[in-house]
C-alpha cells in the first residue's frame, strides 16, 4: 500500500504565494507520474500540474506563469510552488501518484487552499 500526505495550505491574500509538499510512502517500486490536482466546491477536480519519471511538466493554462511544479525522486515527494494567487484558486488540493507496476493511482487526503483578502 501507498500513502501520501500533504501539506502546506492554508489562507492567503490575493498576490500571496504557497508552498504545497506531498511525501509518498509504502510499498512504491515504480513511479510514472506525480501530480497536482484541486476540486472547488461544487465543481469537478481537475488536473493542475503534473511532472513525469523524467521531469517533464505539463501545466494547464491557467496556472502557466504561476505555479512551478518540482519533484524530488529519492524522497518520493512532490511539490507546488504557487505565486500569485487569486480568488479562484481557491480549492482543496490533491496530490496524486501514477505508480507503473502495478498500474495504480494514488490519492492524498487533500490540503485546503483558500485565497481571500
Known amino acids: 500500500q501507498v500513502q501520501l500526505v500533504e501539506s502546506g495550505g492554508g489562507l492567503v491574500q490575493p498576490g500571496g504565494s504557497l508552498r504545497l509538499s506531498c511525501a509518498a510512502s509504502?510499498?512504491?517500486?515504480?513511479?510514472?507520474?506525480m501530480g497536482w490536482y484541486r476540486q472547488a466546491p461544487g465543481k469537478q477536480r481537475e488536473l493542475v500540474a503534473r511532472i513525469s519519471s523524467d521531469l517533464t511538466t505539463n501545466y494547464v493554462d491557467f496556472v502557466k506563469g504561476r505555479f512551478t511544479i518540482s519533484r524530488d525522486r529519492a524522497k518520493n515527494s512532490v511539490f507546488l510552488q504557487m505565486n500569485s494567487l487569486k480568488p479562484e484558486d481557491t480549492a482543496v488540493y490533491y496530490c496524486k501518484l501514477e505508480h507503473a507496476l502495478p498500474r495504480r493511482d494514488y490519492w492524498g487526503q487533500g490540503t485546503q487552499v483558500t485565497v481571500s483578502s
Open positions: 509504502g510499498r512504491i517500486v515504480n513511479i510514472n507520474a
